[in-house]
């Protein structure tokens, strides 16, 4: 199981950090614009449209191979507030499972989504992407002690994955427990590692995930399904879908 650990809310005109969520209604259409920018409309609905579409690549060519989606996420990352390399890493997952698990379906926009929830895309804490997909410093969550709002989850790993020998925590950009990590981990860069702090790696792991838990993730019960085994509350699969929505019209929702 899933525990990710950081939700935010949405402003109007940015992002605030709130802590554990709890569970509310879907959100309807928002409009998103800050300044004297021309606003938004965000659709309501799920699962979240596809965004921008991306281009034919070889997804089995050697070494980081999201690198061909360079000219697709360059050319909006600034209007999405999403670093190059994470959007390719994004891109790249939604390519693979595109092709080794087509009945799938599952979109970009989506996994952009959630890494934006757990953890403003590899950005949280000052945390910074490198250009081969690494996340530094690493991200970890809260421990998994039981605490108010925090499942109860004792160490399983020895310490090795997550740096905590007494509990479980929730490791990288898209915050994963070692437990699942070992389960649903690979190696999507071509380095020989399968690192949770590694965004291409986390971004097809987290893919991974989501296929096998909601199966058709272009349907709306298949999609709600897949967000609530990753995260039980409606509170964080709205977020998620806001955020995926709005970057499926090209815009950020922060």
């Not at 060519?61 to 190059?84: F, K, Y």
């Not at 891109?91 to 693979?96: E, Q």
Request: with cysteine; aromatic share 6%.
């Amino acid at each position: 199981m899933h525990y990710p650990r950081f939700t935010f809310d949405v402003d109007h005109c940015g992002v605030k950090f709130i802590g554990c969520a709890a569970v509310v209604a879907l959100a309807a259409t928002l409009v998103v614009g800050c300044g004297r920018g021309a606003k938004v409309a965000i659709p309501d609905g799920i699962p979240p449209g596809a965004g921008t579409p991306l281009p034919v690549i070889d997804v089995d060519a050697p070494g980081r191979t999201a690198n061909l989606l360079h000219d697709w996420a360059a050319g909006q990352s600034d209007a999405l507030h999403i670093s190059v390399t994470a959007l390719e890493a994004y891109g790249y997952a939604a390519a693979v499972m595109a092709k080794s698990q087509p009945d799938c379906g599952i979109r970009w926009t989506t996994i952009a989504g959630i890494a934006s929830v757990e953890s403003k895309h590899g950005t949280f804490r000052g945390s910074s992407v490198q250009a081969d997909g690494s996340v530094v410093p690493p991200i970890r969550g809260v421990p998994l002690d039981g605490g108010p709002g925090v499942a109860e989850i004792p160490d399983t790993d020895g310490g090795a994955l997550d740096g905590d020998p007494v509990h479980d925590r929730a490791m990288g950009p898209l915050q994963f427990i070692p437990e699942t990590w070992k389960r649903y981990g690979v190696d999507a860069n071509g380095d020989g590692v399968v690192s949770a702090d590694n965004i291409d790696d986390a971004s097809l792991t987290a893919a991974r995930y989501l296929c096998a838990s909601g199966g058709d993730l272009t349907t709306p019960e298949g999609w709600q399904k897949a967000l609530m085994t990753y995260n039980l509350s409606g509170s964080y699969l709205r977020e998620v879908r806001d955020r995926a929505a709005a970057y499926s019209v090209g815009t950020s929702a922060r």
